[in-house]
C-alpha cells in the first residue's frame, strides 16, 4: 500500500508538472483575448482565436457567428476599455482545455466559456460562449 501511494503521489507531482507548461500558454492565449478586447486592438485580439473559431450566445434567441468577423466589425479604435479582466479556471485534458473569464464592466459582467485546442503546438480558441450577468442595483 505504501508503495502505492509513493507511485499515486510521484505521478500526480510528474502530470502536474506536465501541465504547468500548457496552463502557462493557454493563459497567454486568452490575455491575448483579454487585452486585445480592453485596448481595443483586433490584431492582438485575434492572436487568441483559430481562423474558423466560432461564437455562440443567446441574444433574440440563438446565435452563431465567425468569432474573428464579428470582432472585426465590433471593435473600433479608441480609448481603453473601462473593464476589470480575470481567468477564473482553466482546465486541461491533453490538447483539450477549457478556460473561464469574467469580464467585469460598471453595469455586467460577461462571464465566457473558451473552449481551446493544442493546434500544430498552438493554443487556440475554437469555441466561445458567454453569458452577460445584469449588476444589482444597490
Known amino acids: 500500500m505504501k508503495n502505492f501511494l509513493t507511485l499515486f503521489l510521484v505521478l500526480t507531482v510528474f502530470v502536474a508538472n506536465a501541465q504547468e507548461p500548457d496552463h502557462k500558454l493557454i493563459e497567454q ?3 491575448y483575448y483579454l487585452e486585445g478586447g480592453t485596448n481595443n486592438d483586433f490584431e492582438t485580439l485575434k492572436k487568441a482565436f483559430h481562423k474558423t473559431a466560432t461564437m455562440k450566445y443567446i441574444r433574440d434567441g440563438y446565435q ?3 468569432a474573428l468577423e464579428f470582432f ?3 471593435m473600433k479604435p479608441g480609448p481603453k476599455q473601462d473593464r476589470k479582466t480575470r481567468i477564473v479556471n482553466i482546465d486541461i485534458s491533453g490538447h483539450a482545455a ?3 473569464l469574467e469580464i467585469e464592466y460598471p453595469t455586467f459582467t460577461f462571464i465566457d466559456y473558451m473552449s481551446l485546442l493544442k493546434i500544430e503546438g ?3 480558441i475554437v469555441n466561445k460562449i458567454f453569458y452577460r450577468k445584469k449588476h444589482d442595483k444597490n
Request: glycine residues 0%; proline residues 0%; charged residues 40%.
Open 29 to 31: 492565449t486568452v490575455n
Open 64 to 66: 452563431e457567428v465567425n
Open 72 to 74: 472585426k466589425k465590433a
Open 98 to 100: 477549457n478556460a473561464r
Open 122 to 124: 498552438e493554443w487556440k
